[in-house]
C-alpha cells in the first residue's frame, strides 16, 4: 500500500513537471535569436564563438541566449579539446513534438466530427436522415 502512494506521487510529480518543462522549453524559443541558434545547431554542434561569429552581439550576449537554451533542456555544452562544444539535445524537442502532437489529434478528431456534420446536411442547414449527401 505505502508503495502505491509512492509510485502515484513520483507519477504526479513527473506529470506536473512536463509543463514546467514545456513552459522552459517554449519560452526559451519565444526569442528569434535563440531559434536561429537552434536552427544552427540542427546542422551540427558548434562553439560559443562559432555561434557568435554571425550575430551583431557580444560573445557574452549569445551566451546569455545559449544559458537560457541550456537551463530549458534544449542545449548541452561539452569540453572538446581546449573548447567548450554546444549540441542540441534531442530529447526535449520529442517532448514538445509528443505535446504537439496530442493536440494535433484532438483537433482531427474534432474537424472530422464537424465534417460528417456537415455532409449530413443540405443547403438550409437541416440535418439530412438516411443517406449522406454527395460533397465535391
Known amino acids: 500500500p ?10 504526479l510529480r513527473r506529470r506536473s513537471s512536463v ?17 536561429d541558434l537552434v ?4 546542422v551540427g554542434d558548434a562553439t560559443v564563438g562559432e555561434l557568435a561569429a554571425p550575430y551583431e552581439m557580444s560573445v557574452q550576449a549569445v551566451s546569455k ?3 537560457i537554451l541550456q537551463r530549458a533542456g534544449l ?8 573548447r567548450r ?11 514538445m513534438t509528443k505535446w504537439i502532437e496530442r493536440y494535433q489529434r484532438q483537433a482531427e478528431v474534432r474537424y472530422s466530427r464537424l465534417e460528417a456534420l ?3 446536411m443540405d443547403e438550409d442547414g ?4 438516411g443517406e449522406l449527401k454527395e460533397t465535391s
Open 75 to 82: 542545449i548541452t555544452k561539452h569540453p572538446v579539446a581546449q
Open 39 to 42: 536552427a544552427r545547431l540542427a
Open 118 to 120: 456537415l455532409a449530413r
Open 65 to 67: 541566449h545559449l544559458q
Open 126 to 129: 437541416n440535418v439530412v436522415r
Open 19 to 35: 509543463p514546467d518543462q514545456l513552459s522552459e522549453i517554449f519560452g526559451a524559443l519565444a526569442d528569434p535569436t535563440r531559434r
Open 2 to 11: 505505502c508503495h502505491d502512494g509512492l509510485l502515484s506521487t513520483t507519477l
Open 85 to 95: 562544444s554546444v549540441h542540441l539535445e534531442a530529447e526535449a524537442f520529442d517532448l
